[in-house]
């Protein structure tokens, strides 16, 4: 039971920086169990954090392979070229984009999707000047020149105060990795549920043991 009880305080710990440093309150939301193990360490894991409550939905065991059969084929591509958006080398910034785009539609041509079922989204992480972490900014599907830096800026600064609940320092902003996704069309599933279990319980329980319960 200790070692359960560390790993989930060690899971709490995580969740409670990662909604925090997002301006989040760990108190005010639930704790969503999936994967093999997620409702094993959820109720522990809520607790932990204060949530108001858990959601355990149905197979949650098998939700992460749901997902991966769900998902589009795609690339992620990034290149870093940290510069500020008031001195951008607009060219070298096109020219990044579009190596990346190409790239991304010659992986996916020889993976079997069609040139016109590709598609492309565009983001650059974006940071004020001086700080340590950046904000992932979309950008539009264009070449990029001096007359979107004021978009590009407020586009950064919504994102920011989305993430953060404030606005930052009033100083510079600048962009360090440059982003590319690739996807292919999204696969058609079609779920059904699964036929109702005949036959007593007892008869369809692979077996059963004592438990643990501490409030006990």
């Known amino acids: 039971w200790g070692i359960h009880q560390i790993v989930n305080e060690g899971m709490a710990g995580a969740g409670r920086?990662?909604?925090l440093?997002?301006?989040?309150?760990?108190?005010?939301?639930?704790?969503?169990?999936?994967?093999?193990?997620?409702?094993?360490?959820?109720?522990?894991v809520a607790a932990a954090l204060g949530s108001?409550?858990?959601?355990?939905?149905?197979?949650?065991?098998v939700m992460s392979a749901i997902g991966f059969l769900a998902a589009p084929v795609a690339f992620d591509f990034a290149r870093s070229f940290p510069s500020r958006l008031d001195t951008m080398?607009?060219?070298?910034?096109?020219?990044?984009?579009g190596e990346m785009e190409k790239?991304?539609?010659?992986?996916?041509?020889?993976?079997?999707?069609?040139?016109?079922?590709?598609?492309?989204?565009?983001?650059?992480?974006?940071?004020?000047?001086?700080?340590g972490h950046e904000v992932r900014v979309n950008l539009p599907l264009k070449n990029l020149g001096p007359?979107?830096?004021?978009?590009?800026?407020?586009?950064f600064e919504a994102e920011y105060?989305?993430?953060?609940h404030r606005m930052g320092p009033p100083v510079a902003v600048e962009a360090i990795t440059w982003r590319v996704i690739s996807a292919g069309p999204r696969p058609a599933l079609h779920f059904a549920a699964a036929a109702?279990?005949?036959?007593?319980?007892s008869e369809a329980r692979k077996g059963s043991r004592q438990a643990y319960m501490p409030e006990d």
């Not at 007359?147 to 586009?155: G, H, I, K, N, S």
């Open 161 to 164: 105060v989305r993430l953060y």
């Open 147 to 155: 007359d979107d830096l004021p978009t590009l800026r407020e586009a």
């Open 52 to 61: 108001p409550k858990m959601i355990v939905p149905a197979g949650a065991g």
């Open 103 to 131: 790239e991304g539609e010659d992986l996916l041509t020889r993976a079997g999707v069609a040139a016109g079922d590709i598609t492309h989204r565009r983001a650059a992480e974006m940071r004020y000047v001086g700080q």
């Open 89 to 97: 080398d607009w060219g070298r910034v096109n020219a990044l984009l």
């Open 196 to 201: 109702q279990a005949t036959g007593k319980v």
């Open 17 to 19: 920086v990662h909604t």
């Open 21 to 44: 440093e997002r301006g989040g309150d760990p108190r005010r939301l639930p704790v969503f169990a999936f994967g093999g193990a997620g409702p094993v360490h959820g109720y522990r």
